[in-house]
């Protein structure tokens, strides 16, 4: 894909006590999609400099002529000499390769990967771009560190250094973020296949607890941000998928004045794989920007999501190697399934002057959900408020982050009778719980010397609810008051010129979800706890000295307390209890090749792989000791290598995929198969006047593997049949895009 990159230079002069300021202003716009280039690193008189959210850079400078440096790690490397302050145009080629001086913001400070320190992956909008009419989920399970349970389009189980692993069904310990308003709920769970990836920049994802700014949660944090504005006023993209899997999409966006527009409409219909399997989603994002002065801007988010799904649920062993298109009997016989609404309102102002800058936020969300389920009829809905701010003081040689984030959210959860899939009037369960979460931050950034960098935070997190459940039996009331936890954080860099070192320790917990705050008898535990555990990281960040070769490799130890087990005590009861301590050591890595470059061609390469040696360090549930069996949900290891061919705007990327065996029952008597995946992706890019089309073809699982795409944990088998364990990976697949910018 090809980058043309044109800079308008202005000369702005001004006198201040009778000397006179020269200024270059540099306008940085990508030509195929008409967007400013943020975070562009150019180098000036040996100093670098990047470019704001608009693109810019403005620049004092002494006498013409002025060098500029192109150093961004997008591009090819370029000098351009400024000989005249006249209006010049200079194109630029994306070489698309990710290397370790990638701009990250997830401290909410602007800094290379290479200078933080903390376990960071970042999917940036190259790669974005390059995947359009992709899912989110699928450039998550791409990264080191992360696995993805996935059941189809509305169920998948996002798993970062193995937590969440154990949850039954949605994401849980894993915080969200869109544009700095949390996507998860009251309880840590979230729906991350929501979300379209046409809507997003850049994705970052901060691996462990190690951002005590974002809750300091177990798992982590993923940090969306939202696509910049563009000057095209229209793109449009149309997509066909197997198993008869149509996407459609248009957004528009606009500048007028002061003011940024961006809208995207998204429609996506599937029959499916398996049988009981069909997806429909409506989706709608909206933003506006005003730009109150060249300091202060409010913006305004909506989003809404419309989901109507039916679910073709597990399979038995049997049924998964002979049968795999099947639904479980129970589910197909009914049309079992779920029909969601989900809505997201946020307000943020933003402030960014001299020394200072902050973000607050106001939010409100909405989740409404009916489920026809083989044993009963679900209904619930929560509505949530909350607001968060942040903000930053920035001295000589050191800054201050500071903030706090509240959140109540009102859930009901209701079961109905049910019998051969016609509802019933007897209500079986109703619960309500008016939950409250607490998070207060502070964080300290001090630069020691030129090269060496220390870090201190400290995070307070609390958690209130109040619960009434009304059913057949008795009404219970009850208010749940957690302890205050404190989490501190402690983390230095080194600058070793084309390496860094980090070190890192921190302290992180994860709240109970619904299921995991049960009792036997179906009321709420009192004496529940929250997950808590240390983590201890240390990583090496660096690029061989022609900057073919980049790598970014950790190896980190999580010692975790508490940890909370959800436990089917009946076909749909679950039960929660603290079963004991969990030991997760493992090694990351990403390496990164330039195989070949010239003016107009390259070859890259991109590999990652982790590997986990997780394990029940205390852990007696049931009178049975697992104490040092491995950690269940979680592959030995996972690799993901692909390589990639750029010609101008023609791109062609092979990736290879391998996953290890992964333990399904605690007892360690059931593990699934490793296997392995070869992908092809082809896309070509056509500048038509002032119009530019993009195709995307390609085919995943080429050799047609029969693989378990996710597992349900100890799984139980009722009636006498056989326990459901598997969820059956797609086969051969294949996929065509087209896409338009007007």
């Not at 800058?357 to 679900?378: G, I, Q, V």
């Not at 992964?662 to 059931?670: F, G, H, T, V, Y």
């Amino acid at each position: 894909m090809r980058y043309l990159i044109f800079f308008s230079f202005f000369f702005l002069s001004k006198i201040n006590h009778g000397i006179s300021q020269n200024f270059l202003k540099l306008k940085f716009v990508d030509n195929i999609y008409n967007s400013p280039i943020d975070s562009l690193e150019i180098e000036i008189d040996e100093e670098s400099y990047f470019t704001d959210l608009d693109g810019i850079l403005s620049y004092e400078y002494n006498s013409l002529p002025v060098t500029v440096k192109v150093n961004d790690y997008r591009f090819y490397k370029r000098n351009i000499e400024i000989l005249n302050l006249n209006d010049n145009e200079y194109r630029l080629i994306n070489r698309g390769i990710i290397l370790d001086d990638i701009i990250v913001n997830s401290e909410m400070i602007t800094n290379k990967l290479k200078d933080i320190s903390v376990s960071t992956s970042v999917v940036s909008d190259i790669e974005l771009k390059k995947n359009s009419g992709d899912f989110i989920i699928n450039s998550l399970n791409e990264l080191p560190g992360i696995f993805i349970h996935s059941a189809g389009y509305n169920t998948n189980r996002i798993t970062i250094r193995g937590m969440g692993s154990r949850s039954p069904y949605s994401t849980n310990k894993i915080k969200a973020y869109l544009n700095n308003i949390p996507l998860t709920n009251g309880v840590g769970e979230l729906t991350m296949e929501d979300y379209g990836l046409d809507i997003i920049n850049q994705i970052e994802v901060v691996k462990g607890p190690n951002s005590s700014i974002y809750g300091s949660g177990l798992g982590g944090n993923i940090l969306l941000k939202t696509e910049k504005l563009t000057e095209k006023f229209i793109k449009i993209n149309s997509s066909y998928k197997s198993f008869n899997t149509f996407q459609n999409r248009v957004s528009l966006s606009k500048r007028i004045n002061k003011i940024d527009l961006f809208v995207n409409l998204e429609k996506l219909k599937s029959d499916g794989y398996r049988e009981n399997n069909t997806y429909e989603n409506t989706r709608l994002f909206g933003s506006l920007d005003y730009h109150i002065n060249d300091y202060i801007n409010i913006s305004i988010i909506q989003f809404i999501t419309d989901v109507e799904a039916l679910i073709p649920s597990s399979l038995s062993l049997d049924d998964y190697k002979n049968s795999p298109t099947n639904a479980a009997f129970s589910w197909k016989n009914i049309k079992g399934g779920e029909n969601y609404s989900r809505s997201l309102t946020g307000v943020s102002i933003n402030t960014n002057k001299l020394n200072y800058s902050s973000n607050t936020s106001l939010f409100y969300k909405f989740f409404e959900n009916s489920e026809l389920r083989p044993f009963n009829y679900l209904t619930e809905d929560s509505k949530s408020f909350g607001a968060r701010h942040s903000g930053k003081f920035v001295m000589k040689k050191s800054s201050i982050i500071y903030g706090f984030e509240i959140n109540n959210e009102d859930y009901h959860f209701d079961t109905w009778d049910d019998y051969d899939g016609i509802i019933g009037q007897n209500l079986i369960t109703h619960q309500v719980q008016d939950r409250n979460n607490y998070n207060l931050f502070i964080q300290f950034d001090n630069q020691i010397s030129k090269k060496s960098n220390i870090n201190l935070a400290v995070g307070l997190n609390k958690l209130d609810y109040d619960w009434v459940c009304c059913d057949d039996r008795e009404l219970n009331s009850l208010s749940y008051s957690g302890k205050s936890i404190i989490s501190p954080k402690i983390s230095y860099n080194y600058n070793l010129g084309r390496n860094s070192l980090f070190v890192n320790v921190s302290h992180g917990y994860s709240s109970p979800n619904i299921d995991e705050t049960l009792d036997e008898n179906g009321l709420v535990n009192e004496n529940i706890k929250p997950e808590t555990g240390w983590n201890y990281e240390i990583g090496l960040i660096g690029s061989s000295s022609n900057k073919r070769i980049s790598y970014n490799i950790n190896g980190y130890l999580m010692d975790i307390k508490n940890l909370l087990v959800a436990q089917r005590t009946s076909f749909d009861t679950f039960t929660g209890v603290n079963a004991g301590r969990t030991s997760h050591p493992g090694i990351e890595s990403t390496v990164n090749f330039i195989l070949y470059d010239s003016k107009n061609f390259s070859i890259t390469s991109s590999n990652n792989f982790s590997k986990y040696w997780y394990t029940f360090k205390d852990f007696i549930n049931r009178d049975i000791d697992y104490s040092s069996n491995q950690i269940t949900g979680v592959p030995t290891h996972t690799v993901i290598s692909e390589i990639r061919f750029d010609r101008n705007e023609f791109v062609a990327k092979v990736s290879f995929r391998n996953i290890g065996k992964i333990p399904i029952d605690d007892s360690n008597s059931i593990f699934t198969e490793n296997y392995s995946l070869l992908n092809l992706k082809i896309s070509q890019s056509f500048n038509l006047g002032k119009t530019n089309l993009s195709v995307l073809t390609g085919v995943d699982n080429i050799f047609d593997v029969k693989y378990a795409s996710g597992v349900v944990i100890n799984a139980r088998g009722f009636g006498g049949r056989d326990p459901r364990y598997y969820y059956p990976g797609l086969p051969r697949n294949y996929f065509i895009s087209l896409s338009f910018s007007l």
